[in-house]
């Protein structure tokens, strides 16, 4: 099993549309989480990181799932804009600092 | 945004040329990391570093040295180019290793012909 798993997609959903990413991870004592987004071409860029309690940000929200070792990225009332890749980023616990990026997943968002 | 800039944005060179990247940050922060990223592969971890003259080998480091004198550079060199180094490379800066993710710069485009 990899160290995490990213559903490659693409996801192809209409504007307005709510879509969910689950990225899962190996590492029962992983100890950080975040949601990086990437654009075509582009640098990835941190969008939000994840909570136990769960965070919300807009129309994103991120929840983490420790017993089922998974994250969760919802995206409500999807935009164009939107569309890119969605990386998710697991930092392990104890002293390691070096985490571990999955895949990403494609969203494409059309009219 | 973080201040983190790479260069050369692009290059092209030939195989058997030692390449140099830069990766300058003006955010004082501690940690540095130098990626790969490959269709089908993700980012991969090249080398990256804790502090001025502390650099350690990530999961792909054959081929890459790497070299921070300063806290505000870290260097990347590929001693001696060859065409499976062809790839787009991107530096990170992070000031806590854990809590705060990871900044990125825009990265380098790199082809070996």
């Known amino acids: 099993r990899k160290e995490v798993e990213q559903d490659p997609g693409p996801f192809n959903v209409p504007e307005g549309a709510t879509v969910a990413f689950n990225c899962t991870y190996s590492?029962?004592?992983?100890?950080?989480f975040f949601w990086y987004r990437q654009d075509c071409r582009k640098e990835p860029k941190l969008l939000m990181s994840v909570y136990s309690s769960g965070n919300e940000d807009g129309r994103f929200t991120a929840q983490l799932n420790r017993a089922s070792q998974y994250i969760s990225l919802l995206i409500r009332d999807s935009k164009l804009s939107d569309s890119a890749t969605y990386l998710c980023?697991?930092?392990?616990?104890?002293?390691?600092?070096?985490?571990?990026f999955g895949r990403g997943t494609s969203l494409i968002v059309h009219p | 945004d973080a201040g983190i800039t790479q260069s050369p944005r692009h290059k092209v060179t030939e195989t058997g040329t030692p390449v140099t990247l830069r990766c300058h940050q003006t955010e004082n922060h501690r940690y540095m990391y130098w990626y790969r990223q490959d269709p089908g592969h993700g980012l991969r971890l090249i080398h990256y570093s804790y502090g001025v003259k502390d650099t350690d080998k990530g999961e792909v480091s054959d081929g890459y040295s790497v070299s921070r004198s300063k806290t505000e550079d870290f260097l990347l060199t590929l001693e001696s180019a060859t065409s499976s180094q062809t790839s787009v490379y991107f530096c990170?800066?992070?000031?806590?290793?854990?809590?705060?993710?990871?900044?990125f710069g825009s990265g380098t485009r790199l082809t070996v012909v």
């Open positions: 980023v697991v930092f392990p616990s104890g002293g390691s600092y070096i985490p571990t």
């Open positions: 990170a800066i992070s000031e806590d290793r854990r809590n705060y993710g990871y900044t």
């Open positions: 590492n029962s004592a992983s100890q950080s």
